[in-house]
């Protein structure tokens, strides 16, 4: 062996780890990563709950119109009245997404047309309130429901 092969090269500081000019790099993309992808999930939660809003307004409707076989007159209560027989809240009963409440519609009496209105109990401008009628109409009170109804009812 020759003297320069017996003697093994030093390996280099750079690559022994990272440095923190790296570190931060890498930091800094995922910051801007979860900055684009944070928004995209919100917005995807908020479809999901308008959707179980839709769900239950449906639901509750169906059940409307067997009460009003039964006693000949539509159901009206509050939001989130807890003394009907009827589910009132969309999502778990300890923190709930939507509140529901039932009216009599606009220029009309509860025994010939009732409104299911599904309020949201956080903020959700696009839609606002969802609301159905025993006539079938659909509507919501959020900014999108002339640019873009299919946000409220699709």
Known sequence: MTPAQS???????REHGFTLIELMIVVAIVAILAAIAYPSYQDSVLKGRRGEARSAL??????QERYMT????????????GTVPFKTTVGS?????YKIKAQACASSTANICIELVAAPTSTDAR????????N???????????SDPKVCWP
């Not at 449906?58 to 059940?63: D, K, P």
């Not at 839609?127 to 025993?134: M, V």
């Not at 079938?136 to 002339?146: E, H, L, M, P």
């Open 136 to 146: 079938g109409v659909k509507s919501c009170t959020g900014t999108a429901k002339d």
């Open 93 to 97: 009963s300890t923190s709930p997404t």
């Open 58 to 63: 449906t639901e509750l409707m169906q059940q």
């Open 127 to 134: 839609a606002g309130d969802l609301s159905l009628t025993s």
């Open 70 to 81: 039964q006693h000949n007159t539509y159901k009206e209560f509050a939001s989130g009245d």
């Open 7 to 13: 003697t093994p090269n030093p390996v280099p500081w």
